[in-house]
């Protein structure tokens, strides 16, 4: 019958005091691997946070939980994680104020997703962000069309910002509104300005097919230009 209060094993569990070499190796993989494991994910994935500080929110509730009500698992080992953890914290803050480039990586950096009522394509290419997801996210801010939006940006931690025209420069644009979206077509119906709902583009089409003068692509919807209702 085990007693409360074994010292050895509340504080190591039994295991050798060398034991804590393994310990501060087996944190430093973890980090590393929370960390790129985050970075992989996207900035969506861990929205509000940047992947830096869900990485030590997670290492060290870890670390500080199992040794609260797992027996197997000593105290003082628990407590090299909380050391390692900060040294390593402590490294890669330095680290990111000495290189901008690390810190791009660590952090991200802000990518521009609509300029001027289109879609900048190079940048949704680099962030895992769904088209359906970001209207979503457009129609929350009240945007019925991009002509609505001047500029629009991911920004480190996963959010949106958006810069509006002003109601007299709102411009032909996509709609997004599922209602107006989902009529989407390769055959266009009748004359006038219509969107390439694959960029965003805008063009004045006769009846028949066209390709994007940007994209190429030969799906398009209606345009409109409402100003938003605030």
């Known amino acids: 019958m085990k007693e409360i209060f074994e010292w050895n094993r509340l504080f190591y569990n039994n295991l050798p005091e060398i034991f804590i070499l393994e310990v501060i190796f087996r944190s430093t993989v973890m ?5 790129l494991t985050l ?23 870890s670390a500080a939980g199992d040794p609260m009500f797992y027996e197997d698992v000593g105290i003082i080992p628990a407590a090299m994680v909380f050391s390692v953890i900060i040294i390593l914290y402590r490294s890669v803050t330095w680290l990111t104020g000495k290189s901008k480039k690390f810190e791009e990586f660590i952090e991200g950096k802000t990518e521009c997703l609509i300029n001027d009522g289109k879609f900048s394509l190079s940048s949704f290419k ?12 457009l129609r929350v801010k009240s945007i019925e069309h991009l002509g609505q939006v001047k500029h629009a940006f991911i920004e480190p931690s996963g959010e949106i910002s958006v810069f509006f025209y002003p109601d007299d420069e709102v411009k032909y644009g996509l709609p997004i509104l599922p209602s107006l979206f989902n009529e989407k077509n390769k055959n266009i119906t009748k004359d006038g300005i219509h969107a390439c709902t694959f960029c965003g583009h805008t063009q004045k089409l006769t009846k028949g097919t066209a390709n994007c003068e940007i ?7 209606t345009a409109i230009n409402t100003k938003r209702i605030t």
């Open 215 to 221: 994209c190429h692509k030969d799906e398009w919807v």
């Open 126 to 137: 680099k962030e895992s962000l769904a088209q359906d997801e970001f209207f979503s996210e």
């Open 31 to 35: 980090f590393t691997i929370l960390l």
């Open 39 to 61: 970075k992989l994910a996207g900035k969506r994935g861990v929205k509000q946070l940047s992947v830096f500080e869900t990485v030590i929110i997670i290492a060290l509730g």
